[in-house]
T-cell receptor, first 118, second 110 residues
Framework: NAGVTQTPKFRVLKTGQSMTLLCAQD?????MYWYRQDPGMGLRLIHYSVGEGTTAKGEVPDGYNVSRLKKQNFLLGLESAAPSQTSVYFCASSYRSLAGPSGANVLTFGAGSRLTVL | SQQGEEDPQALSIQEGENATMNCSYK?????LQWYRQNSGRGLVHLILIRSNEREKHSGRLRVTLDTSKKSSSLLITASRAADTASYFC??????????FGAGTTVTVRA
């Protein structure tokens, strides 16, 4: 049972280069998320998706794009990398246990992708 | 902005002691969750407490929730070296997203 798999695990980019982070989940979860983690800042939501073909902005979406063409995959793209995007990126997936206020999203996280932009 | 804020930022205890960390949040929630992150790894879900619950237990974990004060606490009893990790609270407002705090780093000394 792989859970959530992120590739690549490490990447070094130069300012202005582009790249895509891939997240794949095998749990048939509806919801998928991309977070970034910076020292002292906790996790901040970049973009998320509530189903195949849908995406929405999170707390810090600028400089990133996402796509969810297949239910099991969620891609995070950086079109023109900046040093401020140096971070550890986490993908997560979930399903809501019940609809409405009684429901709960419990996230399953990937191992993270460490990105350095020089 | 972060919905949850943990306190303290860091905690160092002796093996066998209890560790307590707190989380405060700003808006009404459906539930509050705690996650653990070992160094260099992803977050792992520990326990969930719903807004109509006041206390919940899971093994050596005890979570309390006070919705009137918008705060929660996580107690780890009889700590072990393997409990060394960062602990995050996350709030679920029922809008598909979880908001995480900055975390509490716990070091358990042998």
């Amino acid at each position: 049972n792989a859970g959530v798999t992120q590739t690549p695990k490490f990447r070094v980019l130069k300012t202005g280069q582009s790249m895509t982070l891939l997240c794949a989940q095998d749990m048939n979860h509806e919801y998928m998320y991309w977070y970034r983690q910076d020292p002292g800042m906790g996790l901040r939501l970049i973009h998320y998706s509530v189903g195949e073909g849908t995406t929405a902005k999170g707390e810090v979406p600028d400089g990133y794009n996402v796509s969810r063409l297949k239910k099991q995959n969620f891609l995070l793209g950086l079109e023109s990398a900046a040093p401020s995007q140096t971070s550890v990126y986490f993908c997560a997936s979930s399903y809501r246990s019940l609809a409405g206020p009684s429901g709960a999203n419990v996230l399953t996280f990937g191992a993270g992708s460490r990105l350095t932009v020089l | 902005s972060q919905q949850g804020e943990e306190d303290p930022q860091a905690l160092s205890i002796q093996e066998g002691e209890n560790a307590t960390m707190n989380c405060s949040y700003k808006t009404s929630i459906n539930n509050l969750q705690w996650y653990r992150q070992n160094s260099g790894r992803g977050l792992v879900h520990l326990i969930l407490i719903r807004s109509n619950e006041r206390e919940k237990h899971s093994g050596r974990l005890r979570v309390t929730l006070d919705t009137s004060k918008k705060s929660s606490s996580l107690l780890i009893t009889a700590s072990r070296a393997a409990d060394t990790a960062s602990y995050f609270c996350a709030t679920d407002r029922g809008d598909y997203k979880l908001s995480f705090g900055a975390g509490t780093t716990v070091t358990v000394r042998a």
